[in-house]
């Protein structure tokens, strides 16, 4: 498969506040993006720059904070700016270490209400969107808006979903929404535009265990479609099995 071509403008590197640099790999949620921001976070957290106090990925950008009482801001922009240098980060390779999670599911009915909308706008019958959600595993493009909780995609074009004019009131925790080409997989339950189309009992945030983020950037996440009745008790894995990949 060739490389990605890439995106016009991009990378560049701006200010973000006093004491952040934003390395952006594009302006909007894109596959190629995403995949250089991981890869270039991935190196530059192995260089162990001891001005750096933190990176995060962003689903098209790296933001690297620093603080400005201790470091120069400019010094730091050369080092960032020569390691984007280096390579085509957009061809670069995925980072080691990631894994794929599989995850039951319950599509459509109480478990997944407005499946039938989503697949009318994505011009697919029902049966059909779940086999296309269920064939492909989709990675996990970043972690926010709640703790652990990934943005996963990107999903084909016809997904280019917007989100809802007004909110739903509450979906639970494990519910899997989509909208904008990328699925969500609620952390806990909230209001939310996306639309809800499944049901998992995974839990992506676990403030008791050693490592309450079980979902890292980079994994993959793949649905397999069950019956309600075979749906795990909410809680832990829910069911999942995780593997390495290569």
Not at 56 to 71: I, N
Not at 101 to 108: L, Q
Not at 204 to 216: K, Q, T, V
Request: aromatic letters at 8%.
């Amino acid at each position: 498969m060739p490389h990605p071509e890439p995106l016009k403008d991009f990378p560049l590197i701006a200010p973000l506040g006093l004491g952040g640099w934003l390395v952006r790999f594009g302006d909007r949620p894109d596959d190629a993006a995403n995949r250089a921001a991981l890869a270039y976070r991935a190196a530059l957290d192995a260089e162990e720059l001891p001005e750096v106090e933190e990176t995060a990925l962003g689903l098209a950008s790296v933001f690297v904070r620093f603080d400005p009482m201790a470091s120069d801001a400019e010094p730091l922009r050369a080092r960032l700016s020569g390691l984007l240098a280096q390579r085509d980060w957009f061809a670069a390779e995925l980072p080691a270490g990631r894994r794929r999670w599989t995850v039951p599911c319950v599509f459509g009915g109480d478990h997944g209400p407005q499946l039938e909308d989503v697949a009318g706008q994505a011009g697919l019958a029902p049966d059909a969107a779940v086999r296309l959600l269920t064939r492909t595993p989709v990675r996990v493009l970043t972690l926010g808006f709640a703790p652990g909780q990934p943005y996963l995609g990107m999903l084909p074009p016809e997904w280019d979903i917007p989100r809802q004019k007004t909110l739903t009131s509450r979906v639970p925790a494990g519910a899997l929404v989509v909208a904008v080409r990328q699925l969500v997989l609620f952390t806990a339950a909230t209001p939310t535009g996306w639309r809800q189309v499944g049901q998992t009992a995974f839990s992506c945030f676990r403030p008791g265990d050693e490592a309450p983020f079980p979902l890292r950037p980079g994994d993959e996440m793949r649905f397999t479609a069950v019956a309600p009745g075979d749906l795990p008790t909410f809680g832990g894995d829910g069911g999942a099995s995780c593997e390495a990949l290569e």
